[in-house]
């Protein structure tokens, strides 16, 4: 099936740790983006990528890190700097950025 | 970040009525996206927009990019269960490149 998968489902960050959320898509899409929400909010940008190679920091990237060595893969750390992590992150990718996006179905991430 | 105001926050519905939301926001977008959003997982697109006083239509739900370009609605015939979920508006403000917004969700619950 096509689509986008995130993993894991449920991830558990010990305090000053580095984690890392994977992305991966098959929809031979360019565009791909992370986004944070958290209880009873919508959706912020963390960053996104246009295409291999390139990418751009949204509204809320400090504490995170991405790469996009593969145009399937997006990857994105949340850092120890990160010092509220907890939330639901969601990735999502586009035909080329001013498509319309299409998510996966999201990384729980706690703090223990 | 732009600001897109969704109403109402919170709708309580009979199965069976007719729902109507909204999402405004100060700047003109090009485009609107409708997502719905289960519990846990992923937004999933429902309705794209792309040009002033476009009504699209998929299945029960209708919806309208506004005239004047900064706002869309988006209405539900006859509802049923399975519309429970939180539904944003989104898209990319004419001004600020590619990035999309999302609004702030309208969480619908129907009552059978």
């Known amino acids: 099936d096509g689509g986008i998968t995130q993993s894991p489902k449920y991830l558990f960050r010990k305090e000053g740790q580095n984690v890392t959320l994977s992305c991966e898509q098959n929809l031979n899409h360019d565009a791909m983006y992370w986004y944070r929400q958290d209880p009873g909010q919508g959706l912020r940008l963390i960053y996104y990528?246009?295409?291999?190679?390139?990418?751009q920091k949204g509204d809320i990237a400090e504490g995170y890190s991405v790469s996009r060595e593969k145009k399937e893969s997006f990857p994105l750390t949340v850092t120890s700097a990160q010092k509220n992590p907890t939330a639901f992150y969601l990735c999502?990718?586009?035909?080329?950025?001013?498509?319309?996006?299409?998510f996966g179905d999201g990384t729980r991430l706690s703090i223990l | 970040g732009q600001q897109l105001n969704q109403s109402p926050q919170s709708m309580f519905i009979q199965e069976g009525e007719d729902v109507s939301m909204n999402c405004t926001s100060s700047s003109i977008f090009n485009t609107w996206l409708w997502y719905k959003q289960d519990p846990g997982e992923g937004p999933v697109l429902l309705i794209a927009?792309?040009?002033?006083?476009e009504l699209t239509s998929n299945g029960r739900l209708t919806a309208q990019f506004g005239i004047t370009r900064k706002d869309s609605f988006l209405n539900i015939s006859a509802s049923i269960p399975s519309d429970v979920g939180i539904y944003f508006c989104a898209g990319p403000p004419a001004n600020t490149g590619n990035q999309f917004y999302f609004g702030t969700g309208t969480s619908l619950t129907v009552i059978p």
């Open positions: 990528s246009q295409i291999v190679n390139d990418f």
């Open positions: 999502a990718s586009s035909g080329t950025i001013n498509q319309p996006q299409h």
């Open positions: 927009l792309y040009k002033a006083g």
